[in-house]
């Protein structure tokens, strides 16, 4: 059963359960914004972020991968930069994968077009271009299945899409990544009709479900947007979602700037990482122009879900 914004918030506000959030700080990175981070992932040994860096009047953006070091952030000089807005991660049959958004200049209409970006390789600094997806589509993930399928989540938009909805396919191969089979996913229709949502990241769980994470947003009647981060467990066997739960609001998180006055109450989820004790950091974009991340209960954990059941 769909469930509205305004549904799911309420639940959410009856069952909050926030440990501890704070702010992240990123060097080496002068007069830039960062914001719309993935979560951590290990290269070679060390520990990076990949972050979206652009002015802030600005929607041309940079994905800069940061080192921890010492405790915090550092722009990483030796990893090449990619022209794209809100990078992912993940891997598949032994390959990193990253990948973002491509904006470029609308051919028929005033403003951006967007796209999406696949890059492969063993390494942050070895990775080459292999897959675009379709024009005006963001939001396309990738998980490795136990079988070796490759799982893809997607999400169009338009007739009978509406604003912005999940599908899902399955390939067996990279190879297989193109917009043709990325525009033949089946629509999950979780979203009600002025509301729209997409997938950040993957997880594969214990039992071959899916564990994913994502953002569910809406318009108010002034017209600023309101985005929230969002859970749930998908089977890939039958290709059903478990209920949604909103799990993160910009509110659970420290005060800070903003791009512009309409994208005050938006957070856009970058990443999980599941940890002891049926907890998770979350990592997210602030408001269009800082990241932090919040100590959550695992949205992905058995007692988690036996909520949602």
Known sequence: MRQSC???????????????????????????????????LWDQGEEFILGRVEPRASEYSQVVAFRKRDGHWYAAEDVPVLNLQDPFWSRIHGELIVGGVE???????????????????????ELEHFATGPDMMKDIRLAQLPSGAIAVFTR??????????????????????????????????????DEWGGVNEVHVLADGCLGVLGHIARFDEAGD????????????LTRKPEAMRIIATRTDFP????????????????????????????????SD???????IADPFSARFRNKVR
């Open 225 to 236: 947007r309101h985005y929230y981060a969002m859970a749930f467990t998908f089977d890939p």
């Open 103 to 125: 904006v470029f200049p609308h051919p028929t209409r005033p403003g951006l077009g967007w796209r999406t970006k696949f890059y492969r390789g063993k390494t942050l600094r």
């Open 289 to 295: 122009a800082e990241a932090g991340r919040v100590l």
């Open 156 to 193: 169009p938009q338009g007739d009978p899409e509406g604003l912005g909805t999940i599908g899902y396919t399955q390939i067996l191969s990279l190879d297989q990544l193109h917009p043709a089979t990325i525009n033949g996913a089946d629509l999950l229709e979780q979203f009600m009709p």
């Open 255 to 286: 005060a800070g700037e903003s791009k512009r006055p309409d994208l005050q109450n938006v957070i856009f989820s970058g990443g999980l990482v599941r940890i002891a004790g049926d907890r998770a950091w979350l990592y997210a974009g602030l």
């Open 6 to 40: 305004a549904e799911l918030l309420e639940t959410y506000t009856q069952q909050r359960e926030i440990h501890q959030s704070e702010k992240l700080v990123f060097k080496g990175i002068s007069g830039l914004d960062v914001y719309n981070i993935t979560a951590p």
